[in-house]
């Protein structure tokens, strides 16, 4: 019974030792409470959490490489530069294969050159002789079509036809004209002597009335008078045939003018077509067969380095890089969605595919412009990069053209507390607007 007291007794100390907890330990563990949710709110407020957002990038000079890029299917036929070759704007690098002769197609380019003078002006003193000699393939009809209209004018305006017909026509104009002039003076004579006898003839007929002048006398006056009457209708009959003739030698000057100048518009309208038509024909031929360079720089060869290769249509056969270096930028497809957030300005971290990131480290830039629209759902936005190819690592990466990578952009760098706080004020202001 003892030992059974005691073990009760015993039970309530415990009890009273437990139930009862020391004060300095309620202290401590409110104290140590209290200074982790301080330091919790102070690690929040000091530790930034940025919002970015991920794509890919492509970093070149601001002057990018030139793709040469076929556009038709065929073999290299002709081939005139080696890799690395320099090469200057709109030189021939390359022709394909196909059924007119390169030589000759270019050099009558030349001559269509030359010939943009003579069919600008049409005056003769700027005509070339065009020879007919080329082999041209499938341009050959429009050349030839050509050809024959180009040597039809010009023979059409040496041959002066039109212009002989003119001045004879002219000349006949000035010689009926100083016809009539003397058939005028002809015809003042004739009237002047009309006259004469009209006044002779009323003489004599007031002397046939007083019996003075006999029967006969009195008619050859009379005779005279017809004569000279006569003779001076003439002269007035052959002045009004002889204008009339002037009239009509001046309508035809005019109307063979006319004919002169419909006909050579006529035939200048044709040949104008026939040479635009032409240089069409010149011009696909150009861009489906014949690879120039459209900058200065060093030609680099890829894929296809030598004659009788096969190319498709679409390849990038040659890609010619510019000699002057120049800014280096990043090109970067931004998906449509998130892209509203990012601004010029922003910060840029790149991590290149040929440049391990643990290694090498990334390099930073920042957001100068985005494209106003977007391009097969994505906007552009393009990445400049003070530092050039300087890494975090202070490390200087070689600049190759197109590198790619992965770009971050930060484009809002939010505290943690802020991050917490800004679900639960979107919450609240959800709940007021309900």
Do not use: C
Not at 63 to 92: S, W, Y
Request: glycine content about 4%; overall charge neutral.
């Amino acid at each position: 019974m003892s030992d059974e007291k005691n073990i009760e007794i015993r039970s309530d100390e415990v009890q009273e030792i437990i139930g009862k907890s020391p004060s300095w330990l309620q202290r401590s563990g409110m104290t140590l409470i209290l200074a982790f949710v301080l330091l919790l709110l102070l690690g929040s407020w000091l530790f930034h959490y940025p919002d970015i957002i991920r794509a890919r990038v492509v970093v070149l000079s601001e002057n990018p490489p030139a793709h040469i890029v076929a556009r038709t299917t065929g073999r290299i036929d002709q081939l005139f530069v080696q890799d690395k070759d320099v090469v200057a704007k709109g030189q021939i690098i390359a022709i394909l294969e196909n059924t007119a002769n390169h030589e000759d197609v270019l050099q009558l380019r030349n001559d269509l050159a030359d010939a943009d003078r003579f069919l600008t002006t049409f005056d003769t003193i700027y005509y070339k002789v065009i020879v007919p000699d080329y082999r041209l393939g499938d341009i050959q009809p429009d050349f030839s079509s050509f050809l024959r209209l180009y040597n039809n004018y010009i023979s059409f305006i040496r041959l002066r036809y039109y212009p002989q017909k003119v001045a004879s026509l002219k000349e006949q104009v000035h010689m009926q004209r100083v016809y009539y002039d003397r058939l005028w003076s002809q015809r003042q004579i004739l009237e002047n002597e009309f006259q004469i006898a009209l006044e002779q003839f009323r003489r004599d007929s007031v002397l046939y009335r007083k019996e003075v002048l006999s029967l006969i006398d009195y008619k050859n006056s009379e005779s005279a008078l017809l004569q000279k009457k006569y003779a001076f209708n003439g002269a007035r009959t052959n002045l009004a045939q002889t204008q009339k003739e002037i009239i009509e030698l001046e309508q035809e000057v005019i109307g063979t003018e006319k004919e002169f100048e419909d006909q050579k518009r006529k035939l200048q309208t044709e040949l104008i077509e026939s040479m635009n038509v032409l240089k069409s024909r010149l011009e696909y031929w150009q861009k489906a067969f014949v690879l120039e360079t459209p900058i200065d720089g060093n030609v680099t060869f890829t894929n296809y380095w030598s004659r009788n290769q096969q190319v498709s249509s679409g390849d990038v056969v040659f890609t010619v890089v510019p000699e002057r270096e120049s800014k280096i930028i990043g090109r970067v497809s931004l998906p449509l969605r998130g892209a509203g957030k990012v601004k010029p300005g922003q910060r840029v971290n790149i991590r290149f595919d040929n440049f391990p990131y643990m290694e090498y480290g990334m390099v930073r830039g920042s957001v100068k412009s985005i494209s106003l629209v977007p391009t097969n759902d994505n906007y552009i936005a393009e990445i400049e990069l003070p530092q050039d190819l300087t890494t975090n690592y202070n490390l200087s990466l070689t600049f190759s053209q197109e590198m790619k990578g992965d770009v971050e952009i930060v484009t809002e760098d939010l505290r943690l507390i802020q991050r917490f706080f800004n679900p639960v004020k979107s919450l609240f202001k959800d709940k007021l607007l309900d």
